[in-house]
């Protein structure tokens, strides 16, 4: 056993030194792994970092209240009536002066110019009254002020502002045909809300024509607890019929259909480009053990076995792919790690967000390279395992 190790330690130290005599085959190989593994950790790294923005963003004790069936916020239609019944539902929060914690809320898309690419793209602009920010975590102001009520002015969420133009401080927009001052930008611990704009719903609601109806209705609640009491009543009463859930589940819905979407992408075209690859793979490994045949030959009239010459070819594959699945995962974290970007969400709206690359994520990639390069050198392996002593020395 011991000296089956130490042929196998011999032939492989044989193969790695042997490398600089294949440099530009072996660095083709090097590159093309490189290249899929940075393919594919770039789209695993956009899913993740959009999947973190949006599920994030969600509380337990902050309960989301749709029309019944709706996918999103956008098609979502909750009555006048209807918001007013949920004010008096079970579990909701009251502040100091006893009134309970709820927003109801409009959302609307409105165009917006992308800095980057000077493309058009739908933002989302959100009605809300006093209390909306308030049922939202870590809102602040960092500049400028918050709207008047009864104004034709909005606020700005912090990364929308980075990623679009036209949103400073003091300046006016149009939407609608109507004219708008940007009065105020806000922070929201970086969650999903830095994305929107925000006006005072009852101007959204003239301006826009939509009565007044609203789309969502946000609630704080007494405890995570209290919502089964408050979907209870929803269900319970034929006024209502809404549906009731928590904003961390809503949001971890939206952020799991477009994040899957993302990496469905992702991984088909990483497959694809592992074919080419492996072909280059198998193209180094085969001429490296058609370069080496006289070694091998060589070595297998002195002694050494079969399985010592396969595996020592095989780890050169494995070694190649792995330098190659290195690099790969290097260049993603320094291109791509922290990369602000911004992609249609689940109610037709853009969504700023930021890459994030996990160690998880990088495992995934290497993975991909080494199983690159375990089949690119099995076959060549093979073939140098089985190369008859005669064909190789005098070959």
Known sequence: MRSIVLQMLAVTTINLKSLPRRLWLSLATVIA??????????????ANGFRRTIAD?????????????SLSEINSVVLRDQARLIEDGPGIARGADGKPQTSAELYLTVDGIKRSTRTKASLPLRGLGPQGPALRRGVVMTAGRMFSPGSNEIIVGKALGKEFEGFELGQTVTFNSTRWTVVGVFAADGS???????ADLPVLQSLFRRGASVQTVRVRLTSPAAIEALRAY??????????????????????SNTSDLIQKLGWPLAIAMAFGSLAGALNTMYSSVAARATEIATLRAIGFGGFSTFVGTLVESLMLAAIGGVIGAAATYLVF???????????FSQVVFNFQLTPRLIGQGLLLALVVGLFGGLFPALRAARMPIVAGLYG
């Open 33 to 46: 792994v490189g290249l899929v593994v940075t393919v594919l950790l770039a789209f695993l790294a956009m």
């Open 192 to 198: 999903v809300f830095e994305s929107e704009i925000w």
């Open 337 to 347: 790690d922290g990369f602000t970007a911004s992609t249609m969400g689940a109610s």
């Open 234 to 255: 929803s269900d319970n009463d034929p006024r209502l019929k809404l549906d009731v859930m928590s904003e961390a589940a809503y949001f971890a819905q939206q952020a």
């Open 57 to 69: 963003s969600g509380a337990e004790d902050v309960a989301v209240v749709l029309r019944s069936g």
